[in-house]
């Protein structure tokens, strides 16, 4: 981690700027944050992130799920909602739920690149960026929230579901950054391969799309 940390993915920790602080109707607070600033959904809507005070000694950090976007490929949420949807482990009332009571950060999915790009391109090359890949910026603006909400947790449980299943792999790099000496529990939920049989090319196109060399350390 210490390797990876030294190739910048941890950079922009700090950077980020709320511009405004919103109760939504399940209680919980969200943060839209100022694109200029770094964080930005796929097409250049505004990051927005929730945060669930419940009281507790544990935090539970959850990446949304959701399709990619690559060149010839796009089937990705745009836009990120305001608060934290009641469906399975982030149901606080679902009494078989192991983190019902836990506080809880919630990352939307918008940035098509599984929470990890760093990277502007543009598509219909009229000499304007139209696919903004932040994953990477919206991760660490998230987390930056978090941390200040709850500084010293007992557990975290990072965890994630297809396309943020995915974003846990890097991601778990910001969360040890941010939390030094926290046990971290990764759960992740159909994280499945994305290779393509027969074309072992693809994997490197994504990640040169996408930006995300700097997850790769360089002794590896």
Excluded at 4 to 9: D, E, T
């Amino acid at each position: 981690f210490a390797e990876v940390w030294g190739q910048g993915i941890a950079d922009s920790i700090g950077l980020a700027q709320v511009t405004t602080t919103t109760t939504a109707k399940d209680g919980s607070t969200t943060y839209t944050f100022d694109p200029a600033s770094g964080p930005m959904c796929l097409r250049g809507d505004p990051f927005k992130m929730s945060i669930r005070d419940a009281k507790s000694d544990n935090l539970l950090i959850f990446l949304q799920g959701g399709g990619a976007c690559w060149s010839d490929f796009c089937l990705a949420i745009l836009k990120a909602p305001e608060g934290i949807p009641t469906l399975d482990v982030l149901d606080p009332a679902k009494p078989d739920n192991p983190w019902k009571d836990w506080n809880v950060a919630y990352l939307p999915y918008c940035d098509g690149s599984m929470f990890a790009g760093d990277n502007d391109l543009d598509d219909d090359a009229d000499g304007k960026m139209d696919r903004f890949h932040r994953g990477l910026r919206n991760v660490t603006a998230a987390l930056d929230q978090a941390v200040a909400r709850f500084p010293a947790p007992k557990r975290i449980v990072l965890a994630g579901s297809s396309g943020g299943a995915f974003g846990t792999i890097p991601s778990v790099m910001l969360v040890r950054k941010l939390w030094p000496t926290v046990p971290i529990l990764i759960v992740q939920d159909s994280g499945t391969g994305v290779a393509r049989e027969g074309d072992p090319a693809f994997l490197a196109k994504l990640v040169k799309e996408f930006g995300v060399e700097a997850f790769f350390p360089e002794s590896c």
